[in-house]
């Protein structure tokens, strides 16, 4: 009686729902059925194709300037303590804004690079966005970021948007500051000020600073009057400010760009 009572219970418990024998040898058969099986992908959590991050490659070369526009420019900024540079999209302007500014950080020439500009959306709000001030504001200033990895490199701004030696920042967390002669300032998207805006920024510059301030007063996304053009009328006389207007013949992003500017201007 014992004996058959033992070989019920082994019966009972060797037996899966599909009559497939699970005791200590089962699971190994069937562990080993299931590896061996090529239509099984083990995931795991932390893939090393999931850590890859996109980042331009560094460049060793000096900023070039594509066209006689985009030197003039450059020459404007190194030589002017103000320099509002104007035109359409792809002309350049942020690109040798954040190249000259990286030079002159790397070389030791500055301590700081500022970078700012309105948080305003291109006519969609995107509502509260989580995280802290620097994650909310890196949508807007993810362009910068992207030259500053190519001129310095990654791990280089990293490090120094963690020690305060980059600075991104809304142009509303800018009143009180005051820029000076260690500092590279640029304000882009500008055409998106209020004129009470573009004054308060304009008032924080110190002695010997080196301010840019980028935009295309064409695609304002604010009602009224925007602080870049009131401000070029306003100081486009007085000695270290620049104003640099770019033309539609000026565009380096793509001749596709030039089109769209065409039937857009001439509609």
Not at 20 to 26: A, D, L, T, V
Not at 176 to 192: I, M, P, S, Y
């Amino acid at each position: 009686m014992a004996k058959r009572s033992h070989a019920r219970r082994s019966n009972h418990y060797g037996m899966d729902d599909g009559g497939f024998q699970s005791g200590k040898k089962g699971r190994g058969k069937s562990a080993r059925k299931r590896k061996d099986d090529g239509n099984i992908v083990e995931m795991k959590s932390r893939s090393q194709q999931l850590e890859t991050a996109y980042s331009p490659q560094r460049t060793s070369q000096p900023l070039q300037a594509q066209t006689s526009a985009q030197q003039a420019y450059i020459d404007a900024i190194k030589q002017n303590c103000l320099t509002f540079g104007i035109g359409p999209a792809g002309t350049g302007k942020s690109y040798c804004a954040g190249a000259l500014a990286a030079e002159a950080l790397e070389s030791g020439r500055i301590e700081r690079i500022i970078l700012t500009r309105p948080a305003v959306e291109a006519g969609e709000q995107l509502g509260f966005l989580p995280g802290a001030l620097d994650e909310k504001f890196s949508v807007y200033i993810d362009a910068f970021r992207d030259i500053l990895n190519e001129r310095l490199g990654a791990g280089t701004v990293d490090y120094c948007l963690r020690h305060g030696r980059i600075v991104a920042a809304p142009l509303a967390f800018m009143r009180g500051k005051t820029f000076n002669n260690r500092t590279f300032v640029v304000l882009d998207e500008a055409q998106n000020t209020s004129i009470a805006q573009m004054k308060m920024f304009l008032t924080r510059i110190g002695e010997d600073c080196k301010v840019v301030i980028n935009g295309d007063i064409e695609q304002s996304d604010i009602k009224g009057a925007n602080g870049l053009a009131d401000a070029i009328n306003k100081l486009r006389d007085l000695n270290t400010v620049h104003v640099h207007r770019f033309a539609r013949e000026d565009i380096v992003r793509s001749g596709l760009v030039r089109d769209i500017i065409d039937r857009y201007e001439t509609a």
